[in-house]
C-alpha cells in the first residue's frame, strides 16, 4: 500500500490550479488591453524561421532472393549494377532474412524461427540517393515501388549483376525493390 504522505492534498492542488489560472488570466487581459494600432512595426522581419539541426535519414529496404547461399558480413557494401547504361547503385548488406516468418490471416507471426535464411539479403540504400541524388541512376530509380520516379518497368534478368564488395557477382533470381 502506498503511505499517504506520497500524494498531496486535493485542496492544495485546487488551489495551485486556481492561482496558476489567474495568472494566465491576468496576462490574457492584459493582452487584449493593447492597441495594436499603436503598435509600431517598422523594422520587424515576420518571415517564419526554421534551423534543421540534423536531417533525418529514410531508408528503402531491398530484398534478393539468391540461387545458392552466400557467407556476407554484415555492412558490406553490395552493388547493383544495370549493364545497358552503366549504372551502378552502391547498397549496404545489413542482414538475412529469417527462416519460417509464417504469418496468419492478421499478419501475426505463428512460427518464428531465428535462423537465418542465407539465400535471401536485406539490403538498404539511403532515400536521397534514389529520389533527390539520382542523376547517376536513371534507369535503377524507376524501380523502386516506394520512390518518386518509380514507373513499371519489363527487363531482362541478364541485363542486372549484383556484386559485393570485392566485385565477386552474387548469382540471383529475384529482386524486390
Given amino acids: 500500500m ?3 504522505f506520497v500524494f498531496p492534498d486535493r485542496k492544495d492542488l485546487k488551489k495551485k490550479i486556481q492561482e496558476n489560472k489567474v495568472i494566465y488570466d491576468d496576462i490574457a487581459e492584459q493582452a487584449k488591453k493593447i492597441d495594436l494600432d499603436k503598435v509600431d512595426y517598422t523594422g520587424e522581419d515576420f518571415v517564419p524561421r526554421s534551423e534543421i539541426k540534423q536531417k533525418q535519414k529514410v531508408y528503402f529496404w531491398i530484398r534478393v532472393y539468391l540461387k545458392e547461399e552466400t557467407d556476407i558480413e554484415s555492412n558490406t557494401d553490395v552493388s547493383i549494377v544495370w549493364h545497358e547504361t552503366g549504372e551502378k547503385l552502391t ?3 545489413i542482414c538475412y532474412s529469417k527462416k519460417g516468418l509464417d504469418r496468419d490471416l492478421d499478419e501475426q507471426v505463428t512460427n518464428y524461427n531465428p535462423e537465418d535464411d542465407k539465400k535471401v539479403l536485406c539490403l538498404m540504400v539511403e532515400e536521397d540517393k534514389i529520389n533527390i541524388d539520382n542523376e547517376d541512376i536513371p534507369f535503377i530509380k ?3 515501388k516506394i520512390g518518386r520516379f518509380y514507373q ?4 531482362r534478368k ?8 570485392d ?3 552474387l548469382p540471383w533470381f529475384d529482386i524486390d525493390f
Fill in 2 to 4: 502506498i503511505p499517504n
Fill in 91 to 93: 547498397t549496404k548488406f
Fill in 142 to 144: 524507376t524501380l523502386f
Fill in 152 to 155: 513499371f518497368q519489363v527487363w
Fill in 158 to 165: 541478364e541485363d542486372m549483376s549484383l556484386l559485393d564488395s
Fill in 167 to 169: 566485385g565477386k557477382e
